[in-house]
């Protein structure tokens, strides 16, 4: 399935959450391979109940997001900051998109996970990474991370930014 | 005066995720007052909906929240009031002693005590 997304419209299908530094992160990260917006990135969707495809084609318009704050941003945090915000955004709009849940809090410290997904509180991992070939290990070791540390279910998105592409799975 | 238990407030979980949200993109930015400044309020509005879930029976949301609470007030730099909510829990939940404990080492390990320098 493809689907064209803002990258503003975060803040409205994840509401409770402040989105503008990890917009603008977005921006900053998906502009480094010198392609001009829309941004294409495809994920691969594992075990998610609610979507039957295979793969999800985000393209991601980056209209109404301040050159001046990506530029700030660029200046403000090294690149691996930005990679992991970058990723977040990604995996905002694909929850959204793929997974019809929205981002609700925070996870605990010390969970293994960044946030809270859906009424059920379904942990999400994300990782961003800038290079392909660090996307395999990510995965892995994220993985097995949550598999053995969480008994209930959870949800892991990975991306790369130099495909770019990424993986989102669900494990109940 | 009525006593009738409150929902939990939609607004007010949603002010505190994002207070850690400030909190943590200040400690990106290596700003330890403002870092103290958004985890405190964090701190202090999850102890308010620690009580309003409590009153409203939903224990494991009260307990979760209490441990996120002790987790801020940490990061503010408040680490003895930190232990004291961690130890209050694990007393009253023992059998959430072991996930308690994890929480408090991870949080020596990724904010150590006298640690001037934030996370990287």
Excluded at chain 1, 4 to 9: D, I, K, R, T
Excluded at chain 1, 109 to 128: C, F, M, N, P, T
């Amino acid at each position: 399935m493809e689907v064209a997304s803002h990258l503003v419209e975060l803040s409205t299908i994840h509401p409770r959450l402040l989105w503008d530094d990890i917009v603008a992160a977005a921006v900053a990260v998906l502009e480094q391979n010198n392609a001009p917006p829309p941004f294409r990135l495809e994920l691969t969707i594992k075990d998610l109940p609610t979507y039957d495809d295979e793969t999800l084609l985000l393209t991601i318009l980056p209209d109404g997001v301040s050159p001046a704050h990506v530029t700030r941003l660029r200046r403000t945090y090294e690149t691996s900051r930005l990679v992991e915000m970058a990723a977040i955004a990604v995996a905002g709009l694909a929850i959204f998109h793929a997974a019809h849940l929205e981002i609700r809090d925070i996870a605990l410290h010390g969970s293994r996970a960044d946030y809270l997904v859906g009424k059920a509180g379904h942990l999400l991992e994300i990782g961003g990474r800038s290079r392909r070939g660090d996307f395999g290990t990510a995965w892995r070791e994220k993985w097995e991370h949550l598999k053995e540390h969480q008994g209930g279910g959870f949800f892991l998105c990975v991306v790369e930014f130099e495909t770019p592409s990424g993986r989102l799975a669900f494990q109940s | 005066m009525s006593t009738i238990p409150q929902a939990v407030s939609d607004m007010l979980v949603t002010v505190k995720s994002r207070e850690v949200q400030r909190g943590m993109v200040a400690e990106m930015q290596k700003d330890q007052a403002a870092a103290t400044r958004h985890f405190l309020a964090a701190a202090y509005l999850e102890l308010v909906l620690a009580s309003d879930y409590t009153e409203a029976g939903q224990i494991e949301l009260a307990r979760r929240s209490r441990i996120s609470a002790a987790s801020c007030l940490w990061r503010a730099d408040r680490f003895e009031q930190a232990r004291q909510e961690l130890d209050q829990l694990s007393r009253e939940f023992p059998a959430q002693t072991p996930a308690i404990q994890q929480v408090l080492a991870d949080l020596e390990k990724t904010h150590p005590e006298g640690d001037t320098s934030l996370p990287t």
